[in-house]
């Protein structure tokens, strides 16, 4: 390996401009067209979109002018999320009908993944009552040619990259795979060593990057400490460029989702805040590949 991939994907909170995760809206305070528009701009290949954008777009100018207005400018890679309580029973209307919205964008964006949310806290103590619904979402995924892509969050219930790939492995199926996210890798304590170790490549639909400080602020949460404290990539306490190693080492070829959330990003115009993250993004790329070139 003497090289890594320099394609970066905007991440759904990337452009997402005031808006937050579990605020009272998700929604971005930019329009779908202007941030496609503001990633092509500033040399993304793609980006992502969340549930209260997608209704947006479905209700004013449809998935299929906006994978238009992409494909003009060149943008290949749409992503879509977050799929919530897909465990439930699949009559339960609330997350199903959510389930379709992002269906329908996933199939007219013919995105390469669908990310989908992990159980909440405490940390689960079997992965075996997920496999089963995991493994009939991901039928329905492969009927649209996508995948699902499973993150795990140190504050819920699949809390580490080891116990995601064992809930995968357990599902065994090509439509359901994981997002391994830096900040999330070293928040719940893996070392670069036991993810190498523990990470089947195949399993691997998205890589997300970015940073964070040595520990959370006193008195805040980890999740407080994610929606508001990240760091642009190399400009924190994390080993960034030891991920981009690592993942290149165990065969990811790209792209990389550049996920960005704090008070910082959100405070920045959107043509700002997308060259903050591509700047120092590449900036750790060309590190790593300095450090796989004399390894």
């Given at each position: 390996?003497?090289?890594?991939?320099?394609?970066?994907v905007a991440t759904c909170w990337t452009t997402s401009g005031?808006?937050?995760?579990?605020?009272?809206?998700?929604?971005?305070?930019?329009?779908a067209r202007d941030r496609v528009s503001a990633a092509a701009d500033a040399g993304f290949t793609g980006l992502g979109f969340v549930v209260?954008?997608?209704e947006v777009v479905r209700d004013t100018i449809g998935f299929d002018a906006l994978r238009a207005h992409a494909d003009r400018l060149g943008i290949g890679h749409l992503e879509v999320e977050l799929v919530k309580d897909w465990w439930r029973d699949p009559s339960d209307a609330p997350w199903r009908a959510r389930w379709d919205l992002l269906r329908d964008a996933a199939q007219a964006f013919d995105s390469p993944m669908v990310k989908i949310a992990p159980p909440p806290a405490p940390t689960v103590a079997s992965v075996e009552p997920y496999v089963g619904p995991f493994r009939r979402l991901a039928d329905e995924a492969a009927a649209i040619g996508t995948r699902l892509?499973?993150?795990?969050?140190?504050?819920a219930g699949i809390s580490s990259l080891p116990q995601g790939s064992e809930l995968v492995r357990a599902v065994d199926h090509p439509?359901?795979?994981?997002?391994?996210?830096?900040?999330?890798?070293?928040?719940?304590g893996t070392s670069l060593d036991e993810l190498r170790?523990?990470?089947?490549?195949?399993?691997?639909v998205g890589v997300e990057?970015?940073?964070?400080?040595?520990?959370?602020?006193?008195g805040r949460t980890l999740f407080e400490d994610t929606r508001d404290n990240r760091r642009y990539p190399g400009e924190g306490a994390q080993d960034v460029v030891g991920f981009f190693r690592t993942m290149a080492e165990v065969g990811w070829s790209g792209p990389w989702g550049v996920e960005m959330l704090s008070i910082e990003h959100r405070a920045k115009s959107l043509a700002d805040a997308l060259d903050a993250a591509r700047d120092t993004t590449l900036r750790c790329i060309r590190l790593a590949e300095a450090g796989l070139?004399?390894?």
């Open positions: 390996m003497t090289g890594i991939s320099h394609d970066l005031t808006a937050v995760p579990d605020g009272p809206s998700e929604r971005s305070s930019f329009s209260d954008d997608l892509a499973l993150e795990p969050l140190p504050f439509h359901a795979g994981l997002v391994v996210d830096s900040w999330h890798v070293f928040r719940a170790r523990t990470l089947d490549p195949a399993t691997v990057v970015n940073d964070a400080d040595a520990l959370p602020e006193a070139r004399f390894a």
